[in-house]
């Protein structure tokens, strides 16, 4: 197919492009300014403390800007603390008025209780392995809601989990 006028084909890239970690600060005002225009923001996970649900530098998220009233217990949202200048990637776990708390998926304590201002988005679909997968989809839901159910058992889960993981990882067809 012949190109439009004015546009070029480039040539195909000799390496993979690298990932780049940028500061958080400048990625998070980026996010905001691109939701603050209407436009959904995606980026890379770091971290585990939403394993196993979102691994860190496997999977993506893509977010939408929300209201904070129509907000559920189970989704899972970007939100910020002043005090720290930091952002947390987290599952709401209760709400009550004009506050939320979250708890990541792999952590055993809860973050505690926020204005509900403070969140910033929320998790709409996540890219894994080049496959989307919405956060609508009840199957997606129904494993949330069991897991939030679960953690007065995520201790013991997580080890078992991890130990998994591992074995995964050393079988000789996994080399």
Not at 126 to 138: A, F, H, Q, V, Y
Request: aromatic share 10%; net charge positive; charged share 30%.
């Amino acid at each position: 197919m012949p190109m439009p006028p004015g546009i070029t084909q480039k040539e195909p890239m000799e390496k993979p492009i690298e990932k780049q970690y940028i500061n958080e600060a400048f990625l998070f005002a980026a996010i905001e300014e691109t939701l603050d225009q209407g436009y959904q923001a995606s980026f890379t996970v770091t971290g585990m403390s939403m394993w196993p649900f979102l691994c860190h530098g496997r999977d993506n998220v893509i977010l939408d800007k929300c209201q904070v009233n129509n907000l559920k217990r189970g989704d899972i949202v970007l939100y910020q603390i002043p005090v720290y200048d930091k952002y947390i990637l987290h599952r709401i776990t209760s709400l009550k008025g004009y506050q939320f708390e979250c708890t990541g998926d792999g952590n055993l304590h809860r973050d505690g209780y926020y204005p509900k201002d403070q969140i910033k988005a929320r998790v709409v679909k996540i890219i894994r392995d080049g496959k989307e997968l919405s956060m609508d989809d009840p199957r997606m839901k129904v494993l949330s809601q069991i897991w939030m159910l679960l953690y007065p058992l995520r201790r013991m889960l997580l080890k078992f989990l991890k130990l998994i993981s591992k074995y995964k990882r050393k079988r000789p067809e996994n080399r």
